[in-house]
């Protein structure tokens, strides 16, 4: 929860600067903008966002789309994102639950003593 809140506070500082100045720039619609909102409108919402990109509750893809158009750091830290969840915290959980399975598939003291 750490990490979401960590990279959904720094993409909503920076997109909320980039809707600051994007105004002085003539932002192509509404519509884009209302994108944006939809997915880096708050922290909640960007944790969220965050969240199903991690679990594959939706591609990362499809956001990415969307993020790319606030800027390029916005851009990077979702890339930085992705990779950090998708390697390290992914690897670290699926380590834990193999490790558990190989305790629980040795065979106890007593049934080996049956053996012998």
């Known amino acids: 929860v750490l990490i979401f809140y960590m990279f ?3 993409l909503v500082n920076n997109t ?3 809707l600051e100045q994007e105004p002085l ?3 192509q619609d509404d519509a884009q903008i209302q994108g944006i909102l939809n997915i880096l409108g708050s922290v909640q919402q960007t944790m969220m966002t965050l969240y199903m990109t991690a679990t594959g509750g939706d591609d990362w893809a499809v956001f990415y789309s969307v ?3 606030t800027g390029f ?3 990077a830290l979702f ?3 992705i990779g950090f969840v998708e390697i390290a915290v ?3 959980l699926t380590g834990l639950f193999v490790e558990s399975a190989m305790k629980l598939a040795q ?3 007593e049934s080996c003593a049956f053996e012998s």
Do not use: G, H, S
Request: a neutral charge; proline letters at 4%; glycine letters at 0%.
């Open 90 to 92: 992914m690897n670290v």
């Open 79 to 81: 890339i930085a994102y």
């Open 8 to 10: 959904a506070l720094l």
């Open 25 to 27: 720039k003539e932002m």
């Open 67 to 69: 993020i790319k158009q």
């Open 73 to 75: 750091f916005n851009a």
């Open 16 to 18: 909320a600067a980039f």
């Open 107 to 109: 065979p106890d003291q």
